[in-house]
C-alpha cells in the first residue's frame, strides 16, 4: 500500500537535488525507498526522475551502494553501470550498450524502471503509481493550509535522529493527538497550557494554539531572538500549528522554525526517524545563530514520546490485548485507520 502512495524521502537539498529552494540541474542522488536503493536524478532542466537502482542488463547495482552507507550525492550527465557500461540518460532511457551495434537491439524496452518523483515543501517524495495524482493534489488539504510558512526555502539547522521500537502508525497516531500531552509532556503542557487542560480536547489546530502568556514559539523559553517568517498572519506569529502528512511527514510549525519528521518504516516494530529543525536561510546564516533553544526542548519532547510509543508497541504484543478504544477528543484525529483502510482495499 505505502508504495502506491507519495511518500516523503526528506529534503531535497539533503540530496543535492535543489539549492536555496531551486531546482539544481544536472544533478544524481541515490536514495533509499521502502527497503529499495532508488536513483533521483535532476536533469537539464531540473526536472525530477527516479529508477530502480538497478541496471536492465544484468541486474548489478548502477551506482553501486553497500548497506546502510549512504552515496554522495553528484552532478551528472548520464548514468553508467559499472559491470558492462550500459549508460542512461537522466531521463532513465538506454542510451548505449556496447558491442552491440551490429545487434538488433531495441533500446526502448530497457530503460530503467521508472517511479514516479516530484517535490512539495523542499521535500522529495516518491511513489511506484506513475498514474498517482500531483503531489500538491494528493497531499491536500495541508498545502493550503500552510502555505505562509517557506517551507521551500527553509534551511536545516539541526538534525536529530532517532531509532524506534515502534510501528510507525502507532507514532503516527500518537503525533496526530494531544490526549497523551498532560501525562506525558510536563514541560510543553506548560509552554501551551492547551496540550494539558481538558486532556486535549476542542484544539482548533486551523487557528493554531496559543502558547503561554509572554511565549510565542516552542523552544525552552518560549522565546528566541530569530524573526517570525515574514509572511505569516497574526495568529500564527504567536501560535503553534501541526500536520500529519499521510503517511509519513509530521510537521510542527512554529512562528521562526519548522521541525520535520520523517518517518521509516524498517520492521514491524522498528521506525527510524530524522527530525530536521528547519530555519530561514538569513537566520542560520548569522554567526550569532544557535538553534539549542529549539532543540534542546524538541528532544526533550521526541524522547518522551519515543518511550511511550514503545510501550504501546510492547503492550500491544500482549497475549492480553485485545481491542483499543479513542476517546472523543481522539476519536476523529487518532484513528489511522480512516486512512489506512480504504487504501489496503484500493490496492488489494
Keep these: ?77 548520464s548514468l553508467r553501470c559499472p559491470y558492462h557500461s550500459w549508460t542512461y540518460g537522466l531521463d532513465g532511457r538506454l542510451l548505449h550498450a556496447p558491442h552491440t551495434d551490429d545487434i538488433d537491439l531495441d533500446t ?103 502558547h503561554r502568556d509572554g511565549a510565542w514559539t516552542f523552544t525552552v523559553s518560549g522565546t528566541t531572538d530569530r524573526a517570525p517568517f515574514p509572511d505569516l498572519d497574526e495568529a500564527e506569529r504567536v501560535r503553534h500549528k501541526g500536520e500529519l502528512v499521510y503517511p509519513n511527514l509530521l510537521l510542527s510549525l512554529s512562528a521562526e522554525h519548522v521541525a520535520a519528521f520523517v518517518l521509516r518504516p524498517t520492521a514491524v516494530d522498528r521506525t527510524e526517524i530524522t527530525c530536521d529543525l528547519l530555519f530561514a536561510p538569513d537566520e542560520s546564516a548569522k554567526p ?26 510492547r503492550g500491544m504484543t500482549s497475549r492480553y490485548y485485545t481491542q483499543g478504544w479513542f476517546a472523543p477528543m481522539e476519536d476523529a484525529s487518532a484513528d489511522i485507520r480512516r486512512w489506512l483502510l480504504p487504501r489496503l482495499e484500493r490496492h488489494g
Design 288 to 313: 550569532e545563530f544557535d538553534p539549542s533553544d529549539a532543540g534542546d526542548l524538541w528532544d526533550l519532547v521526541n524522547r518522551q514520546d519515543w518511550a511511550i510509543c514503545e510501550s504501546v508497541q
Design 108 to 210: 526502448s524496452r530497457f530503460g530503467l524502471q521508472t517511479l514516479h518523483a516530484a517535490a512539495w515543501g523542499g521535500f522529495l517524495w516518491l511513489t511506484e503509481d506513475l498514474e498517482a495524482p500531483a503531489v500538491v493534489d494528493a497531499l491536500h488539504p495541508v498545502p493550503e493550509r500552510v502555505r505562509r510558512y517557506p517551507l521551500d526555502t527553509l534551511v536545516v539547522g539541526m538534525r536529530l535522529t532517532y531509532s524506534v521500537a515502534a510501528n510507525w502508525k502507532v507514532i503516527a497516531e500518537n503525533y496526530n493527538e494531544c490526549y497523551h500531552c498532560g501525562p506525558v509532556h510536563p514541560e510543553l503542557s506548560r509552554l501551551v497550557p492547551a496540550f494539558g487542560d481538558g486532556g486535549g480536547a476542542d484544539l482548533a489546530w486551523d487557528d493554531g494554539i496559543p
Design 1 to 77: 500500500m505505502l508504495r502506491r502512495e507519495w511518500t516523503c524521502i526528506g529534503r531535497l537539498d539533503e540530496f543535492g537535488l535543489a539549492a536555496a529552494g531551486h531546482a539544481s540541474p544536472n544533478r544524481r542522488a541515490v536514495v533509499c525507498y521502502l527497503g529499495e536503493s532508488v536513483i533521483v536524478t535532476a536533469d537539464a532542466a531540473g526536472a525530477l526522475h527516479a529508477f530502480a537502482n538497478v541496471c536492465r542488463h544484468r541486474g548489478s547495482q548502477v551506482v553501486p551502494v553497500e548497506p546502510g552507507i549512504p552515496a554522495e550525492p553528484c552532478s551528472a550527465k
